[in-house]
């Protein structure tokens, strides 16, 4: 083979890794491949080429085109080509959605849930998830709604804090009801996980700290708003834009 110099015999076995993508599609150009990232990943480059590699023993004959939906602004590769010039390049698409207008997101049910994510101030963030909770509940059916609402709240937590979304969300023209999204639930079942007040005052602490940082007089609010019903300290705590406010 015309390799010359010492060479040191290596392990034959090249274990395959379990893969599973984000997203799959047939569509009327051939497979539609899509993947969907949140934070840095060094090795996503390499990644996407297992992917179409994976993909083309499967379909050896039909185009796939592949995707990359950053859902906040981060760096993400558009390509890969190999340490060994000329012998391996792949490329895919990749849609920022830090970058779209969200008014073009919020004309469709299923791209309103993503609208949040869209171009904006926080402000404006909060006013794209009140207007696409709208949309989504007046133009979906029931299973569909709440599928597109969870997945809206979840989404919107990447940009937005909880008290934020809480409130957004019942400022719809037809309120949502906060417990029927995955975070919802979350905000108000975590205080009841352990099934005493410490562990609602610990949390009470943490969300008061998360969101003013470390203002002294916290612990001393956090005791009075631990003792409260749920609902009423929730509701509390998503109206409040300040520590005086409480």
């Not at 558009?78 to 391996?88: H, N, P």
Request: with cysteine; aromatic share 2%.
């Amino acid at each position: 083979m015309g390799i010359s110099g010492e060479a040191e015999r290596l392990n034959v076995e090249l274990a395959a890794s379990t893969m599973k993508a984000d997203l799959l599609a047939r569509t009327p150009a051939g497979i539609a491949h899509v993947e969907f990232v949140k934070d840095p990943a060094p090795d996503l480059d390499l990644r996407m080429v297992e992917y179409r590699l994976r993909l083309r023993r499967r379909h050896r004959l039909t185009p796939i085109a592949q995707y990359v939906l950053v859902l906040r602004d981060i760096a993400v590769p558009e390509r890969y080509d190999d340490i060994d010039v000329g012998q391996l390049s792949c490329t895919w698409t990749v849609v920022r959605l830090p970058e779209l207008d969200p008014a073009a997101l919020l004309a469709s049910p299923t791209t309103a849930a993503i609208a949040t994510l869209a171009r904006g101030t926080p402000a404006q963030r909060s006013a794209v998830l009140t207007a696409a909770a709208e949309q989504i509940t007046a133009h979906t059916d029931p299973d569909r709604r709440d599928v597109l609402l969870g997945a809206a709240a979840t989404l919107a937590s990447i940009v937005l804090p909880g008290h934020t979304i809480v409130i957004a969300l019942k400022e719809a023209t037809m309120p949502v009801p906060v417990r029927d999204t995955p975070l919802g639930r979350e905000l108000y079942e975590e205080g009841r996980q352990e099934g005493d007040r410490q562990a609602v005052l610990r949390l009470t602490r943490l969300m008061l700290r998360r969101h003013f940082g470390g203002d002294p007089r916290i612990e001393a609010i956090a005791a009075q708003l631990a003792a409260l019903p749920d609902e009423e300290r929730l509701t509390r705590l998503a109206s409040a834009t300040s520590l005086d406010d409480l």
